[in-house]
C-alpha cells in the first residue's frame, strides 16, 4: 500500500494536535439536522440508510444523511452527508482515499473535477473503485466555512487557519456513490457505461451542493 495515502491523514492529525495547543475549538450545530438535507429527484425512490453505531463511534461524525436512490427496487446510487460540529484530535474527517482501501477496495484512478456549484474554483474528487469484480465511481468533497474543496492538503491549511481566527473547524464530507454493475451496465460498452455515471454523479451533486449549503452553518468569513 503506497504510504502517499496516509498523508493527508498524518497532516490532518498535526493539524488537529496543532490547533488543539492554539485555542479553543467551538462546536457550532448545523442550521438543521442532515436528514434535512433534500433532494427529491423525479422518478426515483429516496431511502434512508442507518449506520450503525460501531461504524458511526469510528467515523465520529455529530449527524449524518445517508440514503439510497432507487428506480424499479434497484439502487442506483447513494448519497451521503457526514457533519462534524468541530474537529479536535479522535474526531475528524477520515479521507475516503485511506478508509475506502480498508473496506477492500481498490483506487483505479482519481482526478478532481469542477464542482457544479457556480463559484470559481470549486472542485470534488472523482474516483474510481473496484472491488472483487465491481466497480464503483465515486465524487466526494469536503464542505463548510463557506468553501467546496477537494485538495485535501489545502482542506488542512484551511482547518488550522479557520481554527486560528476564528476558532471553528466544523465541517461536512459528502459522497455520491454510483455503482457499475448493473444488468443495463453489463449490456453496454465501458466507455458508455462510465459516461452514463458520471451524468448522475455530476446531476446529483448539482442539487446536493445547494441542499447541504441550507442546512450548514454561515461562513465565519461572512
Given amino acids: 500500500m503506497r504510504i502517499s495515502v496516509f498523508v493527508p491523514t498524518a497532516?490532518?492529525?498535526?493539524g488537529v494536535l496543532l490547533v488543539s495547543g492554539m485555542r479553543e475549538q467551538y462546536a457550532v450545530e448545523s442550521k438543521a439536522p442532515m436528514n434535512n438535507v433534500?433532494?427529491?429527484?423525479?422518478?426515483?425512490?429516496a431511502r434512508d440508510i442507518v449506520v450503525a453505531d460501531e461504524e458511526r463511534r469510528v467515523a465520529g461524525m455529530s449527524d449524518y444523511m445517508l440514503r439510497s436512490y432507487e428506480m424499479d427496487s434497484s439502487a442506483l446510487f447513494t448519497a451521503y452527508v457526514g457533519y462534524y460540529d468541530r474537529q479536535v484530535q479522535g474526531k475528524s474527517i477520515h479521507s475516503p482515499k485511506n478508509c475506502l482501501p480498508g473496506a477492500g477496495w481498490e483506487i483505479l484512478n482519481t482526478a478532481p473535477v469542477a464542482a457544479p456549484s457556480g463559484r470559481a474554483g470549486e472542485t470534488m474528487n472523482r474516483v474510481m473503485l473496484a472491488?472483487?469484480?465491481s466497480r464503483a465511481l465515486v465524487y466526494?468533497?469536503?464542505?463548510?466555512?463557506g468553501r467546496i474543496e477537494s485538495n485535501e492538503y489545502k482542506v488542512k491549511w484551511d482547518l488550522l487557519r479557520d481554527a486560528a481566527s476564528y476558532g471553528r473547524t466544523e465541517e461536512a464530507l459528502?459522497?455520491?456513490?454510483?455503482p457499475l454493475s448493473t444488468p443495463k451496465d453489463i449490456a453496454q460498452?465501458?466507455?458508455a457505461v462510465v459516461q452514463r455515471a458520471d451524468s448522475v454523479a455530476m446531476s446529483v451533486a448539482a442539487r446536493l451542493i445547494p441542499a447541504v449549503d441550507a442546512v450548514m452553518p454561515a461562513s465565519p468569513r461572512s
Fill in 11 to 14: 497532516a490532518l492529525g498535526l
Fill in 131 to 133: 472491488n472483487k469484480g
Fill in 189 to 191: 460498452g465501458d466507455e
Fill in 140 to 145: 466526494y468533497w469536503y464542505q463548510g466555512r
Fill in 174 to 178: 459528502v459522497r455520491i456513490v454510483v
Fill in 38 to 45: 433534500s433532494m427529491d429527484i423525479p422518478g426515483y425512490t
